[in-house]
Nanobody, 122 residues
Framework: QVQLVDSGGGSVQAGGALRLACAAS????????INWFRQTPGKEREFVAT????????YYAGSVKGRFTISRDNAKKTVYLQMNSLIPEDTAVYYC???????????????WGQGTQVTVSS
């Protein structure tokens, strides 16, 4: 089992940057694929990015590719989401997610952080 705590959200102007962090506690952090999702009111949770057990195979939603970078530090049990060139459409609550196998982000299963709010103003 793993517990996740999201942090790093805030309010920025368009074109700005934020770095989110997902800190894990519990055992076997390296056994989980870590994903970031986001959600706005009235909409379904949306996949943003995923990274595999050792920090390889990053994969991004088309809407953020080229602007966001996911990375992980297994020694610190932390995954990061560097968000650059932010636009108002990036405004959402961002959640990290831990699940067990490749492609599990497609099923939105596993463990979740509490979310961190990102607000981008024009």
């Amino acid at each position: 089992q793993v517990q996740l705590v999201d942090s790093g959200g805030g309010s920025v102007q368009a074109g700005g940057a934020l770095r989110l962090a997902c800190a894990a506690s519990g055992s076997s952090f390296g056994s989980y694929i870590i994903n970031w999702f986001r959600q706005t009111p009235g909409k379904e949770r949306e996949f943003v990015a995923t990274i595999d057990y050792t920090g390889g195979s990053p994969y991004y939603a088309g809407s953020v590719k080229g602007r966001f970078t996911i990375s992980r530090d297994n020694a610190k049990k932390t995954v990061y989401l560097q968000m650059n060139s932010l636009i108002p459409e990036d405004t959402a609550v961002y959640y990290c997610n831990a699940c067990s196998d490749y492609g599990c982000w497609r099923r939105s299963e596993g463990y979740w952080g509490q979310g961190t709010q990102v607000t981008v103003s024009s």
